[in-house]
């Protein structure tokens, strides 16, 4: 047995050694990722192991580096690029949605463009614009892409890996104001499949569901809601794109209630996505419409005022309590 | 406010054939192709006047409602030849949507390239086969690619001695236009080779319009200028001129082979037809313009040439003219017979690893086209 205890930032840093070392045709480029570290450190010290060849730092460019990246892999090289923050993917979204998403298709499956792309995301850090959001929903929208979000160290750990062995192009959404946050990683035994969602605390009467950095919220809430008596299942998606539809479908025939949530703006979300279906498969097992908690229909707002806006224990009671309304 | 036009200046270009077919010398460039013999004369012209005559087929297919759209290249074959023979068959090339002329030098089979405007592939052929990859249609898109590829070919190349960069070396040509020019992803792609010192040739077609928007909105200053500001050579060349663009692509090739990183190519030239079969030059462009370009014709020149040194016969350009009608009967007679695809067949292209959205949805979209099998296609019972 081989378990240590690491933040989830240091995980990824292990699982992307582990990806370095086995993989020679694997490489990282980004912004300030190499001599630096990245603006979080979670590539620190891997310049040093294996060169600036392979951990690049690159120029200043989003669709530069999501481009460049693109083609190397076209020429056989499995890159894994990292964008500094959420906020500023979008100098890039037109190579991730036109030419990485499409590579497959457009080359009528003859080859893709499997580039990892490690993005973190989300809130709650007390940062300025553009430093916060959650715009996985336009990812998870467009067909090609895959999208994961960890949300403990173990899972980083070997998510990343996953992602990296992929043929596909993934969207690896770190939660950023959850780096810090340490965990048991068993280096040996390998995390569940990523695409997998998993049932991380058993319940009976409603069901939450959710990823990335809401899960410790979710965790909370259904401890919170056990003092009311009720008993709360919570699956980790830990996979966005796809969904397992399958491991939520099973837990809603059992409990008859489900919460979505997550930090991204509610409207056209992932939540919805989830809701519909869920109607769809299991509607006569619902005893209630399907809820979902997320963030308003605004820009991101500034940090002073971002407690209000990010949903937290109370927002996820809120859900259930109107949920158990019915 | 005033709005600088920069018209080709002839004495800016690096021209080795002018416009009335004879040959210029110039000190540099002329070590490039002095292994042009007559034949080779002969086989760009043929080159040329087959590119030419598919491209008329084409839009005739077009015309006919048999292709979606057409691309049209007339005017600027000299500047696909010339830039595509002078690659090697190692070296990768990522074109625009246009690049019908550097398509022939690497092999690919026209019909195949009808694919997509008849709208049966979004790809057409396979990239790998002859290191052509796949048109985008996403104005420079492809741009960053090609320096990432590059970046992946200083990768595979580590460690090499210049003897085998030298016979051995790859490298890459990206294609782009003068509209192009303007998409924030042509700088991108030049910083990041610049930086890397990527052995990567960006190949610029000025053919002066970006559908209705002529080149002076694009650029004050000709784009060969900006290629300083990154720190890599520019090059103005005729683009009209087929010896002048081998030449210049040669030597840019052969530089970014041996690791000396990018060249930045502008090579002038014209688009003597519309953007698209959609488009109507009459709108946006003055008769007295399109004829001035008449005169530069990159087929005309060389067969001035040919025919003024004795080079090729009457029987020569018959020749090519009979083989340019028999290969578009055959790209008429194959495009046509392409049968339509399956819808069934674009779920299995989406991902490469099983996805459990596309079973599910492909499984739906069976069964519901099964759920008609027992009508006619009236709808009545069978």
């Known amino acids: ?326 | 406010m005033t709005n600088t036009v920069h018209e080709p200046s002839e004495q800016a270009l690096i021209q080795l054939l002018t416009p009335e077919g004879e040959r210029r010398s110039h000190a540099e460039y002329d070590s490039y192709i002095q292994d042009v013999d007559a034949e080779m004369l002969r086989g760009f012209y043929r080159d040329m006047a087959l590119t030419r005559r598919f491209d008329q087929e084409a839009t005739a297919l077009q015309r006919q409602g048999q292709l979606a759209l057409w691309v049209p290249l007339r005017g600027q074959e000299a500047a696909q030849i010339g830039s595509g023979r002078a690659t090697r068959p190692s070296d990768y090339i990522f074109p625009t949507y246009r690049e019908h002329g550097v398509a022939l030098t690497r092999n690919v089979d026209f019909p195949q390239m009808l694919r997509i405007f008849r709208g049966i592939s979004n790809g057409g052929w396979d990239p790998r086969e002859n290191n052509f990859h796949m048109y985008t249609m996403v104005l420079a898109a492809q741009m960053p690619h090609a320096t990432g590829y590059a970046m992946g070919i200083q990768r595979d190349q580590a460690g090499w001695d210049a003897e085998r960069l030298e016979k051995d070396g790859e490298a890459v040509v990206a294609y782009f236009g003068d509209g192009s020019s303007t998409e924030g992803e042509v700088h991108e792609s030049m910083v990041f080779a610049a930086s890397f010192n990527s052995p990567v040739v960006f190949f610029c077609q000025n053919n002066q319009w970006a559908i209705s928007v002529p080149f002076h909105v694009q650029s004050k200053v000709p784009l060969a200028d900006r290629a300083a500001g990154y720190g890599f050579p520019g090059i103005r060349v005729d683009g009209n001129d087929v010896l002048a663009v081998l030449a210049v692509t040669r030597w840019a090739l052969e530089r970014a082979r041996r690791g000396e990183g990018p060249v930045l190519i502008e090579a002038v030239t014209y688009r003597m037809s519309a953007h698209t079969t959609a488009d109507d030059p009459t709108k946006y462009r003055l008769d007295a313009d399109e004829e001035a370009w008449v005169g530069r014709d990159p087929l005309a020149r060389l067969e001035k040439h040919l025919r003024d040194n004795d080079l090729a016969d009457e029987l020569f350009f018959k020749q090519v003219a009979v083989d340019g009608d028999e290969m578009a009967t055959r790209v008429r007679v194959e495009a046509m017979a392409f049968p339509d695809p399956e819808l069934a067949q674009s779920f299995a292209n989406v991902y490469a690893e099983a996805h459990p959205l596309i079973q599910e949805e492909l499984k739906w979209h069976l069964e519901y086209e099964a759920g008609f099998a027992d009508t006619t296609e009236e709808g009545a019972p069978r």
């Open chain 1, 1 to 326: 047995m081989s378990t240590t205890t690491m933040t989830l930032a240091k995980a990824i840093t292990a699982g992307l050694d582990k990806v370095l070392a086995t993989n020679p045709k694997s490489l990282l480029i980004g912004e300030d990722i190499g001599r630096l570290g990245g603006v979080y450190r979670v590539t620190d010290g891997l310049i040093d192991s294996y060169g600036a060849d392979r951990v690049i730092d690159s120029p200043l460019g989003e669709a530069g580096i999501i481009g460049t990246s693109i083609g190397m892999a076209i020429r056989g090289y499995s890159p894994i690029a990292e964008i500094q923050f959420d906020g500023f993917v979008f100098p890039a979204f037109n190579q991730i949605t036109t030419q990485l998403a499409k590579m497959r298709a457009r080359s009528e499956g003859r080859f893709g463009a499997p580039v990892v792309i490690r993005i973190p995301y989300g809130g709650g850090i007390g940062s300025i614009e553009h430093h916060s959001e959650s715009p996985e929903a336009l990812f998870a929208h467009t067909a090609g892409l895959r999208i994961m979000a960890p949300s403990n160290a173990h899972d980083a750990y070997w998510m990343i890996q996953q992602a990296a062995a992929c043929q596909d192009p993934v969207i690896f959404f770190e939660p950023k104001r959850r780096y810090w946050l340490k965990g048991e990683v068993d280096t040996e035994n390998p995390a569940a499949d990523a695409f997998k969602a998993q049932v991380i605390r058993p319940g009976e009467d409603a069901t939450i569901v959710t990823y990335g950095p809401l899960v410790p919220v979710a965790l909370a809430a259904a401890e919170a809601a056990r003092e009311d008596g009720r008993s709360v299942e919570v699956i980790d998606l830990r996979s966005v794109s796809p969904i397992d539809f399958d491991t939520i479908t099973e837990s809603v025939e059992k409990t008859g209630r489900l919460i979505v949530t997550h930090e991204a703006p509610t409207f056209g979300g992932i939540g919805g996505e989830i809701a519909a279906r869920i109607s769809e498969r299991a509607f006569l097992s619902l005893e209630a419409p399907v809820i979902r908690v997320g963030g308003f229909h605004m820009p991101y707002p500034v940090a002073k005022v971002e407690e209000q806006y990010l949903p937290d224990i109370d927002k996820v009671l809120e859900a259930l309590d109107r949920s158990f309304a019915y």
